[in-house]
C-alpha cells in the first residue's frame, strides 16, 4: 500500500513522533494506522509528545562561530534533568542543533523548529531525541550577533551552563589579534559580572526613576537631612549606574580599571553589544518534596 504525506502527517499529529519514524511505521504495517500507532507505542516513541509537557529546566549552552569570528550564535538546549544533560546523546543532539541554527542564518525563535538537521528538521529531530532519552527535551532560545567588520568574541564556561557573545567594531588601527583577546576577556567578565547593561544610557528612566526612589527612602529612614538627600542620591545613582552597566564595571582581571578605560587602551576596539545565556535562566522549576512523596508511599 502506498504512504502519503497525509497519512504520515496524520499519524504525527496523533503521536507525536518524527516523520520518518511515522513513515517508518505505517509502511512497516502496511499503511494501518492503528497498528502503526501500536508500533510507536512499543518503541516508546508516541509517549514522547505526552513527556513534552513537563517542565525542562536543565541542560546544556553551546556557541557556534564562523570561521572568521564575524558572527557567531548561543543556543540553550533544555532537558529535565542534570543526568540527562550529561548524557552523550543529549550532548551531541545540542551540538547537532547548535551547528544548524548557526549555519541556518535564522534571526527568530519561532523558526528553530523548521531549521534542517540533515534530512530532518530540529522539531522532529527533538521528538527522536525525546523518546530515546526518556524524558522532555527543549530548544528553548538562541541568539545571533554579526559583525561583518568586527568581531563577536565568545565564551563558554566550564560545563556548559553558562555562555557570552561580545560583538566588538575594529576601528582605525585595530590590532585584530589584540581584539580578538579584548573581546574574550570582556566575555569572560559578562559571564562573571552579569551587567544588565552596556552603557549607563542603556537604563531604562523608569528603572532609574525607581532606584531614585529607594535611595531617597533609605536616607530619610537613616535621618539625613532633607536638603542634603537629593546630593546624596545622586552620588549613589552615578555609583548604581556605574554597577549596573558593563562599560562602568571594574574590570575583573585588573580591578584598578573599568571596562571603559580597558576598551580604550586596546586600539581600534569598540564594544557594541552582548548575550549572557544561562541554563534555566528564567524557568520556574518544580519544586519535589521528597519526604512528602515518601510520606505518601508509606500510607500505602
Not at 562561530?65 to 544533560?85: G, K, L
Not at 547548535?98 to 534542517?116: K, Q, R, Y
Not at 569572560?188 to 552579569?194: G, L, Q, R
Not at 538627600?229 to 545613582?237: A, E, N, Q, T
Request: glycine share 8%.
Amino acid at each position: 500500500m502506498a504512504i502519503t504525506a497525509q497519512d504520515v502527517k496524520a499519524l504525527r499529529e496523533r503521536t507525536g513522533a518524527g516523520m520518518m519514524d511515522c513513515k517508518r511505521a505505517l509502511t512497516e504495517n502496511d499503511g494501518d494506522m492503528d497498528a502503526a500507532i501500536r508500533y510507536l507505542e512499543e518503541k516508546g516513541i508516541a509517549n514522547a509528545k505526552k513527556k513534552s509537557g513537563r517542565v525542562a529546566a536543565e541542560g546544556l549552552v553551546r556557541v557556534w562561530a564562523n570561521a572568521d569570528s564575524t558572527e557567531a550564535v548561543v543556543v540553550e538546549v533544555n532537558s529535565e534533568t542534570d543526568f540527562v544533560s550529561r548524557n552523550e546523546q543529549f550532548q551531541e543532539f545540542t551540538t547537532q542543533v547548535t551547528d544548524a541554527i548557526g549555519v541556518s542564518g535564522i534571526t527568530s525563535n519561532d523558526e528553530i523548529g523548521d531549521v534542517a538537521v540533515g534530512s530532518q528538521t530540529v522539531a522532529a529531530l527533538t521528538t527522536e531525541t525525546i523518546a530515546a532519552l526518556g524524558e522532555n527535551l527543549s530548544v528553548r532560545r538562541f541568539a545571533r550577533l554579526s559583525s561583518p567588520e568586527g568581531i563577536v568574541g565568545t565564551y563558554v564556561h566550564a560545563g556548559d551552563q553558562l555562555a557570552v557573545l561580545v560583538e566588538t567594531k575594529l576601528g582605525a588601527g585595530a590590532d585584530r589579534d589584540a581584539v580578538e583577546n579584548f573581546a574574550r576577556d570582556v566575555a569572560m567578565h559578562i559571564a562573571a559580572m552579569n551587567p544588565p547593561y552596556l552603557h549607563a544610557s542603556d537604563i531604562p528612566q523608569a528603572e532609574r526613576e525607581a532606584q531614585e526612589a529607594l535611595f531617597s527612602a533609605q536616607m530619610a529612614e537613616e535621618g539625613k537631612p532633607a536638603a542634603m538627600i537629593p546630593k546624596i542620591v545622586l552620588g549613589k545613582i552615578k555609583k548604581w549606574e556605574a554597577d549596573v552597566s558593563l562599560l562602568g564595571q571594574p574590570f575583573v582581571k585588573d580591578t584598578d580599571l573599568t571596562i571603559a578605560e580597558y576598551q580604550k587602551s586596546v586600539p581600534g576596539a569598540e564594544l557594541v553589544g552582548f548575550v549572557r545565556f544561562q541554563v534555566g535562566e528564567g524557568i520556574e522549576k518544580n519544586e519535589v518534596d521528597f519526604a512528602a512523596e515518601v510520606a505518601e508511599q508509606l500510607k500505602g
